[in-house]
């Protein structure tokens, strides 16, 4: 096995039966102590509970339960019939992740709560209260009167003690690619999670859900104009929410809390949440930096579908494997490499997940990118037809296995068939895990596109390297983009879920290189609006610091070739790890700026990555953290005098001094821009 436990300590220390009002309050408090929630049953025998830190409420009272099917009440009319508390405490390291070990440290309190009446039936609730948060979920355990369960509505409340300051995307429940509103809570109609807040004594916090396991998405939806949200799951297409059967356990809802941005990023509460590892040989688990045929298609130039600009052919595969091995790069996907696009927007589409194109010569290109050390990666565009994917993911994932392959992307671009279903509910939930599952029993890592959102799912299986889940760099190719603060939002909130495969790392900022290009399908075909232009918006430097700050473990460099051959910047991005032993946030806001340190996977090298938003800064950053008595290289990547996002974004600098963990640096970043620094050791 690859992780392993240094220290396990449990502890249960009270269990008791209840049988009068003063178990009506139990507090449940973190093991330092900071943050307390104090459940409750309220007049009518609800349970609620109310969360603070340091003694300042946070969370108000909130209520718990559900309504069942034909509207069955299953959350009043209760009494605490048992609880028991207990204390755990385990260092786990991770295959791939932030960093090198792990703590997971939390008390936990179980409270078996009974009907009073009627059918008195069971229902538990778990609170787990760590140094960085909070999780609870719900359990229906095996008993008479209660075998199917249909869930009407989770009746989970998040009742925000002040109108928070929040960070949101609308609770779509198709799609997480959004730019995020800043607003207050009193101005939210909907939102996906991760939601994050900061609150007026600046205390940061940010509500989604671990181990969504066999249950549909919680979105959040403020039915009251102040700052109560409510869950609203994602429906089937009967209304019904989720259906299961005793024993029934639902998602962890969490709530992480910190007195710093940074904090949230630092934290492990999601993953800590989460099963350990199911997967006995990790070693085929590896991070990879990829390219590939990608960007063209995005950019218009060429095509997924065959005809005379097809991408993916074999001769143009060939060249991009020549330049990944040039470049040190060892994966290359090739996005069209299959027969099935030609029909891609028929509602009959189906994709051939077995065969490719005539004019590509998969067996032969493996072979070729093998010679040059480079596995291509095999792409599974579903178009949403979920049957006819299910279908062949067995035989396909066996056939990549055969080919001596070891990792698949897979899309779901358009709407879901069957059509009736949304793709965050709890049928795609299903679909999703079977996707991961599979791929575990074939040993094959999945980079995710428009997936289920990340719940922490990575710890069990950790063959689920990254995913999108998140507006990302296709949208600068062919809308007006993503606003500077855009990418320094998405790392205190959609990178809170899990990895990020956001696509980062376009040289060519204005595309120039489109000048030389005739064809342009998106121009002629009009299939999308008018391209406006390009639309990266942020300097070349903070490019490459989105190399660090946005941690994937599949990592890719999306630009063209021939932005990247001979550029003296593209160092960085090979040398730049995408795994990490550790991770320090060293300044940061949500939405303006964050300045990341991060330490290689045993490697003694540390990399930063600072960005800003729209607006110009400058940072003084203490190099502390490195080892003492070590003097190393940096290489400082950073914007030049006169760079901007907009109007001058290539203009860079290389700089190379000698630091010590007692340097000091001064970081200056202009609008829309980004500072990217290499820590190497130098040998004594
Ligand atoms: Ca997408």
């Known amino acids: 096995m690859k992780y392993s436990y240094f220290l396990i300590l449990i502890v249960v220390f009270s269990s008791c039966k209840s049988h009068s009002e003063k178990n009506k309050f139990l507090k449940i408090n973190s093991p330092d102590h900071h943050i307390q929630v104090i459940f409750s049953l309220n007049d009518k025998g609800q349970p609620e509970y109310r969360l603070t830190n340091k003694g300042n409420l946070l969370i108000d009272n909130s209520k718990l339960g559900y309504i069942l099917k034909d509207d069955d009440d299953f959350s009043n009319a209760f009494e605490i019939e048992s609880h028991s508390t207990s204390t755990f405490d385990e260092i786990w390291e991770p295959v791939v992740g932030q960093y090198k070990n792990i703590r997971n440290n939390y008390n936990q309190t179980n409270i078996s709560l009974k009907e009073i009446s009627g059918k008195k039936r069971t229902l538990e609730l778990i609170f787990r209260v760590f140094n960085d948060g909070v999780g609870f979920r719900y359990k229906i355990p095996e008993q008479a009167n209660v075998s199917q369960i249909e869930i009407k509505s989770e009746e989970t ?57 066999d249950y549909s998405d919680m979105t959040l939806k403020n039915n009251t104009g102040g700052s109560l949200l409510e869950c609203n799951l994602v429906p089937w297409p009967d209304g019904i ?188 939930v299903r679909h999703y895990r079977k996707q991961l599952e599979m791929a575990a029993k074939y040993g094959i890592m999945l980079d995710i596109h428009e997936p289920i959102k990340q719940t922490g799912i990575r710890r069990t299986y950790p063959n689920f390297m990254t995913a999108e889940g998140v507006r990302g760099m296709e949208f600068a190719a062919w809308s007006e983009g993503n606003p500077p603060s855009h990418t320094v939002t998405i790392p205190f909130t959609r990178m809170l879920a899990g990895p990020v495969d956001y696509n980062a790392g376009i040289f060519d900022i204005k595309f120039k290189s489109l000048a030389n290009k005739k064809f342009n399908w998106r121009n ?161």
């Open 157 to 213: 409340q998040f009742n925000l003690a002040d109108d928070f300051k929040s960070w949101w995307i609308p609770g779509d429940f198709n799609s997480y690619e959004n730019i995020y509103n800043v607003t207050p809570v009193s101005q939210i109609d909907s939102a996906n999670t991760p939601i994050s807040f900061k609150t007026k004594d600046g205390i940061y916090l940010s509500i989604h859900e671990a181990n969504l396991t």
């Open 524 to 684: 002629s075909k009009a299939r999308y609006p008018k391209n406006p232009g390009p639309s990266v918006k942020t300097t070349l430097s903070k490019q490459l610091a989105l190399h660090v700050v946005l941690f994937s473990p599949m990592q890719m460099s999306p630009d063209l070739p021939e932005n990247y051959i001979g550029h003296p910047a593209f160092k960085f991005l090979q040398d730049v790890d995408v795994v990490w032993d550790d991770t320090r946030v060293l300044n940061a806001e949500i939405g303006e700026y964050i300045t990341i340190a991060r330490k290689g996977k045993d490697s003694p090298n540390w990399f930063i990555g600072s960005m800003t938003d729209e607006n110009p800064r400058s940072f003084i950053i203490n190099l502390s953290f490195l080892e003492a008595g070590q003097k190393y290289l940096a290489t400082i990547y950073k914007d030049g005098d006169d760079a901007h996002w907009d109007t001058n974004p290539t203009s860079y600098e290389i700089l190379q001094i000698e630091v010590s963990n007692k340097s000091i640096l001064n970081i200056k970043l202009v609008a829309g821009g980004g500072q990217a620094i290499s820590i190497i050791p130098i040998a004594l």
């Open 241 to 428: 929410k989720v259906k299961g059967q005793t024993p029934f356990e639902s998602p962890w809802r969490t709530i992480q809390i910190s007195d710093t941005a940074g904090g949230l990023i630092e934290s492990s509460l999601i993953l800590n949440l989460n099963e350990p590892n199911k997967i006995e040989d990790t070693s085929w688990i590896k991070p990879m930096k990829y390219t590939g045929i990608w960007w063209s298609v995005h950019l218009g130039f060429e095509t997924f579908e065959i005809g005379p600009h097809h991408a993916g052919t074999t001769e143009k595969t060939k060249k991009i494997i020549d330049a990944a091995s040039e470049l040190g790069l060892t994966g290359v996907l090739v996005e069209g490499w299959n027969k099935g696009w030609d029909k891609r927007n028929k509602s009959d589409s189906i994709p051939d997940f077995l065969n490719s194109t005539d004019d590509y010569d998969l067996n032969y290109l493996v072979c070729y990118a093998k010679s040059k050390q480079v596995e291509l990666i095999i792409h599974h565009e579903t178009f949403g037809n979920i049957a006819h994917y299910e279908e062949f993911m067995e035989p396909s994932f066996k056939m990549i296995k055969e080919l001596g392959l070891s990792s698949v992307k897979g899309g779901y671009a358009g709407d879901i068939n069957p059509s009736n279903q949304f793709k965050h509910g709890q049928f795609m």
